[in-house]
């Protein structure tokens, strides 16, 4: 009954949320594989490091700030001295990327930099549990979880991954509990790379899929799943359980509990997969299964931000064939994902996903050329991705005129039901999107 435990940035933001942590780790025999993402703060950092042209006062500032977080820790433990020298040396490594004075133009270097949050965190919590008497330590996910060389946004290599987890990592879980790093792989020519923000969620599901396990935690900072975020309302509430494709859709369009990638892994070997707050573990939280007991027409309201509508239009599309064929293989060469897409005669739009900062940003530029070779490319910003996810949405009678009548006051952008039944979406301007939110929870849940 191997269980894999992941536990996010405000998790192991100190040494007193590690103890609370390691606590849960030790009440649980189950528990052999820990994933921890880096301190809450960190990655912040490295990427504004990886990302920003800073001054050199600047660059070293920030890595001051790094060191602080890190040092806190570091001191607060009863043997400091037993992992002190590996911790200099995660620094020394970090400060020489960060200040390599090609670090903003070279993908890698941006990956292998990134990369010291979870390396700094899962060394520091390792030492946590040995002394709360677990026999821990500190594993490189790199010799397990390899990737493509897609830096920023590497996709895993299941089989490789499975091989060397079951060669590598199985035989140690008889008599240790393995602490690794979230969010990072690395290629076939051993370069460090990173699965995208969020991804440790991802590795904790690809590791259980990996070895076999039975469950999957998520621990971080709220009690499970909410009907929405509770930043946007108090009056949303947990949920006790949830479907992998309920979870799946929220996921993908903007739960922020979850990575969107976290629930193939566990579709695919029916790995029943635990959300809930390292704070409160004893308030319990949402369990996401195959098959749910309840299944309610509207299960949750989520929101993406950051989106961008495109809109290609030529008159030759009129009566054209191969048109859409000759633009969604450029949206498939640059690995992006289309959420929303409606046609008229001569113009199609669609939605892309524009996270600043992020590879995604830099693949939608490089589309975008590439269309505007054969078309005129309209690019509209500043919106946010609503969705109600649910059940049986495309046929139950009444479920979408009760989402219209409580949006009615706002200007929808695009409308759009998923392919499956679980979805209803629609684009709003960002600075409408808080109230939308608010305004469909009222109507579907309170």
């Known amino acids: 009954m191997l269980n894999v435990a992941k536990f996010g940035g405000t998790s192991v933001a100190n040494f007193a949320a590690m103890q609370n942590c390691a606590k849960i780790v030790k009440n649980n ?31 070293h500032s ?66 946590v549990l040995k002394e709360f008497g677990v026999n821990a330590s500190n594993y490189d996910v790199r010799k397990v979880l390899k990737t493509d060389s897609e830096f920023g946004q590497a996709a895993p290599q299941l089989n490789d991954i499975r091989q060397a987890a079951q060669r590598l990592m199985l035989p140690e879980l008889s008599h240790t509990v393995l602490v690794t790093q979230g969010f990072i792989g690395a290629d076939e020519a051993g370069n460090t790379t990173t699965l995208g923000r969020g991804g440790s969620d991802f590795t904790a599901a690809l590791l259980a899929e990996a070895l076999d396990a039975a469950t999957c935690e998520i621990w971080t900072d709220v009690i499970g799943v909410y009907t929405t975020d509770p930043r946007i309302t108090s009056a949303a509430q947990p949920l006790p359980e949830l479907s992998f494709e309920e ?119 490089e589309t975008l050329d590439e269309l505007r070779e054969f078309c005129s490319v309209l690019v509209e910003e500043n919106f946010d991705l609503v969705t109600v996810v649910g059940n049986n949405m495309q046929s139950a009678a009444g479920v979408s005129s ?17 392919a499956n039944p679980h979805n209803m979406s629609f684009l709003v301007r960002g600075s409408d999107s808080t109230d939308v939110v608010k305004v469909l929870h009222k109507a579907l849940f309170e």
């Open 247 to 365: 979870a799946a859709e929220m996921a993908t369009f903007g739960a922020k509990v979850l990575h969107p990638a976290t629930m193939e892994p566990a579709l695919r070997q029916n790995i029943k997969v635990f959300v809930g707050s390292s704070r409160e573990p004893e308030k319990g939280g949402t369990w996401i299964v195959r098959d749910c007991q309840h299944e309610p027409a509207y299960r949750a309201i989520t929101r993406r931000k950051d989106q961008v509508m495109v809109t290609v239009k030529t008159p030759k599309m009129m009566f054209a064939q191969g048109f859409l064929q000759k633009v969604f293989t450029i949206i498939a060469k640059h690995k992006l994902s289309v959420d929303l897409v409606t046609t008229s005669e001569i113009a199609v739009s669609f939605t892309l996903d524009n996270p600043p900062n992020s590879v995604l940003q830099r693949l939608n530029r």
């Open 62 to 127: 920030k890595v001051a700030e790094i060191a602080v977080i890190q040092q806190a820790i570091l001191h607060a433990l009863d043997k400091p001295q037993e992992v002190n020298d590996k911790l200099a040396e995660l620094m020394d490594s970090l400060t020489t990327l960060a200040t390599h004075e090609e670090l903003l133009h070279r993908p890698d270097l941006k990956d292998a930099l990134i990369s010291h949050g979870e390396r700094l965190s899962s060394l520091l919590f390792s030492a």
């Open 29 to 59: 025999l189950n528990t052999k594989v820990v994933v921890v993402s880096a301190s809450a703060g960190v990655t912040n950092l490295l990427v504004d490091i990886a990302h920003t042209p800073l001054t050199s006062e600047q660059i």
């Open 402 to 418: 009760k989402i219209f009548s409580a949006v009615s006051d706002y200007n929808l952008r695009m409308i759009c039901y998923g």
